[in-house]
C-alpha cells in the first residue's frame, strides 16, 4: 500500500553511462515531483507534471529528462552521468488543483545514486 | 526568489525539554507552509501543513505557527523524546503550479 514508490533504492554506475529511475504513485495525485538532494542535505526542486504536463523545469542541465506516461508515474533518465549527479532523488506527489490543492506533499524514500 | 532559511541547524537538548525550530522565508505571498521530518536514510513525512489564512496547526506534541506577513513559521515540539530525533523541515508553497521551497533543515538530537 506504498503510497510513492521509486525503484531503484540505490544506483552505482561508471561516468558516462545512461539511467533511469521509475516513480509510481497510488494517491490518486495530479501532479509529480522530482527533487535532488545534495551532500548537505538541501533539496531542491528539478521537475514538475501535472496530469502529464511539464510545469516546472528548473536550471537543470538537458542530460536529465523526466518522462510522465500518465499521472501516476513520473520517471527520471539521466544521460552521460557524472561525478557532480551523485545525490539522493526523490521523487513526490500532491494535489495541485480543485479542493484539494492544499494538500501535503507525499515523497518517496529515494533513490541514492552513487557516480564513480 | 523565495527563500527559506532555518535557524538553528543543528540542536541538542535532554529528553523531556520543550523546544523551538524556527523558520523565515522572503516572499510573505504564499499559499501554504509544510513541516517535514526526515530521518536517516528515509524520505520525508508530513507533519504539518497550515494554509496562509491559518495562524497555527497542531498534531499531537507538535504546534505549529505561522506569520504571514513577518515570513516567520515556528514549529513547537513539547515533551521532547528520544524518538523525535530526526531532521525537520520547513518548506513553503507559492501559487498554483509552484513547487516546494525548502529551507535546510534542523537537525535535531534528543538524548535520553
Known amino acids: 500500500d506504498t503510497a510513492v514508490s521509486q525503484t531503484p533504492k540505490y544506483l552505482v554506475t561508471q561516468m558516462g553511462n545512461d539511467k533511469s529511475i521509475k516513480c509510481e504513485q497510488n494517491l490518486g495525485h495530479d501532479t509529480m515531483y522530482w527533487y535532488k538532494q545534495d551532500s548537505k542535505k538541501f533539496l531542491k526542486i528539478m521537475f514538475s507534471y501535472n496530469n502529464k504536463e511539464l510545469i516546472i523545469n528548473e536550471t537543470v542541465p538537458n542530460r536529465f529528462s523526466p518522462k510522465s506516461p500518465d499521472k501516476a508515474h513520473l520517471n527520471l533518465h539521466i544521460n552521460s552521468l557524472e561525478l557532480g549527479d551523485s545525490a539522493v532523488y526523490f521523487c513526490?506527489?500532491?494535489?495541485?488543483?480543485?479542493?484539494?490543492?492544499?494538500?501535503?506533499?507525499?515523497f518517496g524514500n529515494g533513490t541514492r545514486l552513487t557516480v564513480t | 526568489k523565495q527563500e527559506v532559511t532555518q535557524i538553528p541547524a543543528a540542536l541538542s537538548v535532554p529528553e523531556g525539554e520543550n523546544l523551538v525550530l524556527n523558520c523565515s522565508f522572503t516572499d510573505s505571498a504564499i499559499y501554504n507552509l509544510q513541516w517535514f521530518r526526515q530521518d536517516p536514510g528515509k524520505g520525508l513525512t508530513s507533519l504539518l501543513l497550515i494554509q496562509s489564512s491559518q495562524r497555527e496547526q497542531t498534531s499531537g506534541r507538535l504546534n505549529a505557527s505561522l506569520d504571514k506577513s513577518s515570513g516567520r513559521s515556528t514549529l513547537y515540539i513539547a515533551a521532547s523524546q528520544p524518538g523525535d530525533s530526526a531532521t525537520y523541515l520547513c518548506a513553503v508553497k507559492g501559487q498554483a503550479g509552484t513547487a516546494l521551497i525548502f529551507g535546510k533543515g534542523t537537525t535535531l538530537s534528543v538524548s535520553s
Open positions: 513526490a506527489s500532491s494535489q495541485d488543483r480543485g479542493v484539494a490543492y492544499n494538500s501535503p506533499l507525499h
